[in-house]
């Protein structure tokens, strides 16, 4: 069974940083591409980044551009999320999706996803 | 930016079919895929490309695309089919966008 597992959630102050985790199980984690969505708490989903198969190409939604950065280790089966400069505006819920079809694909979509992870920017 | 137009809420009565209606400009030129999310979960694929059901998804759900509107068909609607509904298509300069969500009320 695909199992996608976030962590590293937790407060921060506007201006601070953050860096998400994902681990990744049940799948050869290689060969597929992966994802950040978020979701403020009772409002919709919202596509963060995403990252191909070996780490060589990243997407960011303007919102975040220059702001968050993605990664991978493919030897760990993980994803990363470093989140530098918050503000209270990215207070949400982070998950972590697996990509179907791949970085700049027009089909893709997301075939599983993780719990979540909360992150809170607040003063 | 492309943008994908749901209404907040469906109330359907058990046993009936709800239709779910996600519009966008010339969607039918792209494909569709839908998500299941139910409180305090995470989103669960219910539909993709356009009318595809992953595994384990029940036959009652189905979908379609055409025009200016796609559609999520939930047949025989149950007490656990309540959730927030969400479409997504693929877009070259948004990438991944989601609609606004649809609140389906099973009554």
């Known amino acids: 069974d695909v199992h996608l597992v976030e962590s590293g959630g937790g407060v921060a102050r506007p201006g601070g940083s953050l860096r998400l985790s994902c681990a990744a199980s049940?799948?050869?984690?290689?060969?597929?591409?992966m994802s950040w969505v978020r979701q403020v708490p009772g409002k919709g989903l919202e596509w963060v980044s995403d990252?191909?198969?070996?780490?060589?190409?990243?997407g960011y939604a303007e919102s975040v551009k220059g702001r968050f950065t993605i990664s991978r280790d493919n030897t760990k089966n993980s994803l990363y999320l470093q989140m530098n400069s918050l503000r209270a505006e990215d207070t949400a819920f982070y998950y972590c999706?697996?990509?179907?079809?791949?970085?700049?694909?027009?089909?893709?979509?997301?075939?599983?996803w993780g719990q979540g992870t909360l992150v809170t920017v607040s003063s | 930016s492309y943008v994908l137009t749901q209404p907040p809420s469906v109330s359907v009565a058990p046993g009936k079919t709800a239709r779910i209606p996600c519009g966008g400009n010339?969607?039918?030129?792209?494909?569709v895929h839908w998500y299941q999310q139910k409180p305090g979960q995470a989103p669960v694929l219910v539909i993709d490309?356009?009318?595809d059901r992953p595994s384990g998804i029940p036959q009652r759900f189905s979908g379609s695309n055409s025009g200016n509107t796609a559609t999520l068909t939930i047949s025989r609607v149950e007490v656990g089919d309540e959730a927030d509904y969400y479409c997504?298509?693929?877009?070259?300069?948004?990438?991944?966008?989601f609609g606004s969500g649809t609140k389906v009320t099973v009554l």
């Open positions: 999706a697996r990509v179907v079809g791949g970085r700049l694909v027009r089909n893709s979509y997301f075939d599983f």
């Open positions: 049940g799948f050869n984690f290689d060969d597929y591409g």
């Open positions: 990252v191909n198969w070996n780490g060589g190409s990243t």
């Open positions: 010339n969607i039918g030129s792209k494909t």
């Open positions: 490309s356009n009318s």
């Open positions: 997504q298509v693929w877009d070259t300069t948004s990438e991944y966008v």
